[in-house]
T-cell receptor
Framework: GAVVSQHPSWVICKSGTSVKIECRSL??????MFWYRQFPKQSLMLMAT?????????EQGVEKDKFLINHASLTLSTLTVTSAHPEDSSFYIC????????????????FGDGTRLSIL | KQEVTQIPAALSVPEGENLVLNCSFT??????LQWFRQDPGKGLTSLLL?????REQTSGRLNASLDKSSGRSTLYIAASQPGDSATYLC??????????FGSGTRLLVRP
């Protein structure tokens, strides 16, 4: 159980293109999903916290107009990289926590397999 | 600001060895600590989660300990196998439910 699916797994596109990445919790509901970015040989850095039915909370230094997050249902959050440029090339990973089974602090986060974004 | 450090950054051992990976964090106000495994180009697999009130967790050949007061955790891998080769990440959940990651330990188990 607790499977998180991320799609697509790999994207290569031209500079200026907008790219949408989907994160789905397949067998559980999640009011909160998280989006991370990972540069080569570096650790994961939290970009934003996605809350179902409300606006996402962005970490300091992350442009909310650049990285649009929509969490329209309890099983789906999307991250759209708008007008992507080569410096946006990275590995993007989402995670989700189980809903309603206790405090979030007691729950593990379940991660998707990530999306490798390459902007030419 | 919470900071998580992992030592060593890389480790190479022969198959069969027992090994210890270290993780330290600067702020003891955490909900839990998780150890993850990441294979190249892949997402994260959760290995062990230790609640702040717990001292250790075990799963198969893996044992993780937590000393919250000193800000330290260790991941012990017994009888290592080539299939254990991966990057191991330590992360703490801070008071705002955010996961703060260390930079990882890249493990290579040689046949």
């Amino acid at each position: 159980g607790a499977v998180v699916s991320q799609h697509p797994s790999w994207v290569i596109c031209k500079s200026g293109t907008s790219v949408k990445i989907e994160c789905r919790s397949l067998d559980f509901q999640a009011t909160t999903m998280f989006w991370y970015r990972q540069f080569p040989k570096q650790s994961l850095m939290l970009m934003a916290t996605s809350n179902e039915g409300s606006k996402a909370t962005y970490e300091q230094g992350v442009e909310k107009d650049k990285f649009l997050i929509n969490h329209a249902s309890l099983t789906l959050s999307t991250l759209t990289v708008t007008s992507a440029h080569p410096e946006d090339s990275s590995f993007y990973i989402c995670s989700a926590s189980l809903l309603g089974t206790g405090r979030m602090g007691n729950q593990p986060q379940h991660f998707g397999d990530g999306t490798r974004l390459s902007i030419l | 600001k919470q900071e998580v450090t992992q030592i060593p950054a890389a480790l190479s051992v022969p198959e069969g060895e027992n090994l210890v990976l270290n993780c330290s964090f600067t702020d003891s106000a955490i909900y839990n600590l998780q150890w993850f495994r990441q294979d190249p180009g892949k997402g994260l697999t959760s290995l062990l989660l230790i609640q702040s009130s717990q001292r250790e967790q075990t799963s198969g050949r893996l044992n993780a300990s937590l000393d919250k007061s000193s800000g330290r955790s260790t991941l012990y891998i017994a009888a290592s196998q080539p299939g254990d080769s991966a990057t191991y990440l330590c992360a703490v959940m801070d008071s705002s439910y955010k996961l703060i990651f260390g930079s990882g330990t890249r493990l290579l188990v040689r046949p």
